[in-house]
């Protein structure tokens, strides 16, 4: 069973403060790897996505992975209560060049609060 | 939720009774997922579709659930009979760039 495992929170951070979140994947196949925003009530949103060790930046969101240890992790910069919301984790184990299922399995997500 | 409709946006209905959910990828995708994601959890998929065939439907409760992909376009979802568990956001998505996906913005199933 392929699993992708999130600290479900919530994580309340203050307003200008780093949110760390954190992900840990148990296919050591696993090639792509997405970070998903989910406002209440609404659809998840693709904010992050990552194929290679190390770091991706994007804005004030900045996305690491380390396949040796199965971790993914996102930082928000600069946190705004508009970031508020909950961030799932998703990882696909299918090769990019595969096309093939590209499915996604996802963790449970962790709420975060950015405190005003 | 660019590219993908989906009807209705909620549905309250009793145990035992059916429901159905429509899903239209806008943007004539060949690739569809249908995800299940309860209150507190991540999306689980149901169903993945290749054009009108299955490609993978092994988490999809049969004894209950059917799929189908009309000509490769839109997709309907049906539940018969409902549990009380099938309470749920259904979400339908398609493919976006770099393996990830563009989702509907879901159908809120409440079983009583």
């Known amino acids: 069973q392929k699993e992708v495992e999130q600290n479900s929170g919530p994580l309340s951070v203050p307003e200008g403060a780093i949110a760390s979140l954190n992900c840990t994947y148990s296919?050591?196949?696993?090639?792509?790897f997405f970070w998903y925003r989910q406002y209440s009530g609404k659809s998840p949103e693709l904010i992050m996505s990552i194929y290679s060790n190390g770091d991706k930046e994007d804005g004030r969101f900045t996305a690491q992975l380390n396949k040796a240890s199965q971790y993914v992790s996102l930082l928000i910069r600069d946190s705004q209560p508009s970031d508020s919301a909950t961030y799932l984790c998703?990882?696909?184990?299918?090769?990019?060049?595969?096309?093939?299922?590209?499915?996604?399995?996802f963790g449970s997500g962790t709420q975060l609060t950015v405190l005003p | 939720e660019a590219g993908v409709a989906q009807s209705p946006r909620y549905k309250i209905i009793e145990k035992r009774q059916s429901v159905a959910f429509w899903c239209n990828p806008i943007?004539?995708?060949?690739?569809l997922y249908w995800y299940q994601q309860i209150l507190g959890q991540g999306p689980k998929l149901l169903i993945q579709?290749?054009?009108?065939?299955?490609?993978?439907d092994s988490q999809l409760p049969k004894d209950r659930f059917s799929a189908e992909r009309l000509k490769g376009v839109d997709s309907t979802l049906k539940i018969q009979p409902a549990k009380l568990e099938d309470s749920a956001v259904y979400l339908c998505a398609i493919p976006a760039g770099g393996n990830g996906y563009t989702f509907g913005s879901g159908t809120r199933l409440t079983v009583v």
């Open positions: 296919d050591r196949v696993s090639q792509s």
């Open positions: 579709f290749q054009n009108n065939g299955v490609v993978d």
């Open positions: 943007s004539g995708h060949a690739t």
């Open positions: 998703a990882v696909n184990p299918s090769p990019l060049s595969s096309g093939s299922a590209r499915q996604l399995t």
